[in-house]
């Protein structure tokens, strides 16, 4: 069973672009948590997705940023006209359907954004 | 911000000491778990323990709750320099149907040999 694959690892920008980041959750598992992590800091939730849905995106800069989740393939993190700031890992965790307290998530190796 | 928060934020150890690492946070929680992080990798899972749990063992690692005080504590025990990384710990919160996982800023800790 594949872990949490996040492709690519490793993504330049020029300012301006788009970053299209991919994440695959693990077999089975219909929730997906994106979170940004800047240099020497913790991971700052971004949202969670199910399959076609939009949980919680309060953690989601209003503009730029979206997320998806599609019934089939992987959830897209798309950042439109990136700037400087943009640059950190973006992290993605998925877990299975919720069966009450313990669920645990599970994290891919992340792709990390740099922004020139 | 509903972030928590971790400390120390560094921590330098000699091999064979203890590594204890302490997180607050801010909000009820279903559950607290404890995250490890080798430099430039993802996350992996060590060890969740529930509200209404006290303490958890789990191999060289001891996990404290405190619910009253909105705390947690992580003790490495016997510390090895492959234990260098940094630990997070996340809350939990179980609401509308979902989890939310809430992370600390870390603890950076460097085991020497």
């Known amino acids: 069973n594949a872990g949490v694959m996040q492709n690519p690892r490793h993504l330049v920008r020029r300012r301006g672009q788009e970053a299209r980041l991919r994440c695959s959750p693990m077999?089975?598992?219909?929730?997906v948590y994106w979170y940004r992590q800047l240099p020497e800091e913790g991971l700052k939730f971004m949202v969670y997705?199910?399959?076609?849905?939009?949980?919680?995106e309060s953690g989601m800069p209003k503009e730029r940023f979206s997320a998806e989740f599609p019934k089939e393939g992987p959830s897209i993190l798309r950042i439109q006209q990136v700037v400087r700031g943009d640059s950190a890992a973006y992290f993605c965790?998925?877990?299975?359907?919720?069966?009450?307290?313990?669920?645990?998530?599970?994290f891919g190796q992340g792709t990390r954004l740099t922004v020139v | 911000s509903q972030q928590g928060e971790e400390d120390p934020q560094a921590l330098s150890i000699q091999e064979g000491e203890n590594a204890t690492m302490n997180c607050s946070y801010k909000?009820?929680?279903?559950?607290l778990q404890w995250y490890r992080q080798n430099s430039g990798r993802g996350l992996v899972h060590l060890i969740l323990?529930?509200?209404?749990?006290r303490e958890k063992h789990s191999g060289r690692l001891r996990v404290t709750l405190d619910t009253s005080k909105k705390s947690s504590s992580l003790l490495i025990t016997a510390s090895r320099a492959a234990d260098t990384a940094s630990y997070f710990c996340?809350?939990?919160?179980?609401?509308?149907?979902?989890?939310?996982?809430?992370f600390g800023a870390g603890t950076r800790l460097a085991v020497h040999p």
């Open positions: 323990i529930r509200s209404n749990e």
């Open positions: 909000t009820s929680i279903n559950n």
């Open positions: 997705l199910q399959k076609e849905n939009i949980i919680d």
């Open positions: 965790a998925s877990s299975p359907i919720i069966r009450g307290e313990d669920t645990e998530a599970f």
């Open positions: 077999k089975g598992h219909s929730h």
């Open positions: 996340a809350s939990n919160w179980f609401s509308g149907g979902y989890n939310k996982l809430i």
